[in-house]
Nanobody, 123 residues
Framework: VQLQASGGGLVQPGGSLRLSCAAS????????MGWFRQSPGKEREFVAR????????YYAESVKGRFTISRDIAKFTVYLQMNNLKPEDTAVYYC?????????????????WGQGTQVTVSS
């Protein structure tokens, strides 16, 4: 199983980035996918998930209205479009996969994890 995250970088406040996570080694459409992030000294926190059931989405309050999670089943890839970025969005972003239809927001439940990609929002 491999989850390869990419697309991170340095962006100014108010800017946008799109993260990608390419999955392999498991049946992509039978898993729900999610994004988490972790800043230095903080616990890993939930950002967004997209369910294997009809692609239903769910977001953390802190990113609702600014971030959009989506997936391309044919490409085995999940995306996180991040708009109107703020300095507090600075973190390492991780993608994750879980067999549950609606995985919890707690990171401990999730089955598989990618290696993370750094997002830095700074002027």
């Amino acid at each position: 199983v491999q989850l390869q995250a990419s697309g991170g970088g340095l962006v100014q406040p108010g800017g946008s980035l799109r993260l990608s996570c390419a999955a392999s080694g498991f049946t992509f459409q039978t898993y729900s996918m999610g994004w988490f992030r972790q800043s230095p000294g903080k616990e890993r926190e939930f950002v967004a998930r997209i369910s294997k059931v009809q692609g239903l989405t769910y977001y953390a309050e802190s990113v609702k209205g600014r971030f959009t999670i989506s997936r391309d089943i044919a490409k085995f890839t999940v995306y996180l479009q991040m708009n109107n970025l703020k300095p507090e969005d600075t973190a390492v972003y991780y993608c994750a996969a879980d067999r549950a239809s609606f995985p919890t927001t707690g990171p401990s439940q999730w089955d598989y994890w990618g290696q993370g990609t750094q997002v830095t929002v700074s002027s």
